[in-house]
Nanobody
Framework: QVQLVESGGGLVQAGGSLRLSCAAS????????MAWYRQAPGEQRELVAI???????NYANSVKGRFAISRDNAKNTVYLQMNSLKPEDTAVYYC??????WGQGTQVTVSA
């Protein structure tokens, strides 16, 4: 059973950057599609970025050109580099594996 642990969230001013990490346990990491989701207060959870096992990526329109998802299969880790952050990026960010396994989430707060 895969377990996911996110880290790297925090408070940042608008225009700043953060890098989130998601460490996965289990031996099947390299075969899993990995994704980042986010959920703002009172909103539904939404897909932010996704990366296939071959490294193909896709992004929500709201983060294209600002966020970058990557993976290091040797470290069983997926990353989300977030640049030019906006207050509307404030949310709890969740890592997801294979569409079924979730991490506990990490809070990202962007001040104006």
């Amino acid at each position: 059973q895969v377990q996911l642990v996110e880290s790297g969230g925090g408070l940042v001013q608008a225009g700043g950057s953060l890098r989130l990490s998601c460490a996965a346990s289990g031996s099947n990491f390299r075969n899993n599609v990995m994704a980042w989701y986010r959920q703002a207060p009172g909103e539904q959870r939404e897909l932010v970025a996704i990366i296939t096992r071959n490294g193909n990526t896709n992004y929500a329109n709201s983060v294209k050109g600002r966020f970058a998802i990557s993976r290091d299969n040797a470290k069983n880790t997926v990353y989300l580099q977030m640049n030019s952050l906006k207050p509307e990026d404030t949310a709890v960010y969740y890592c997801n594996a294979a569409g079924t396994v979730w991490g506990q989430g990490t809070q990202v707060t962007v001040s104006a």
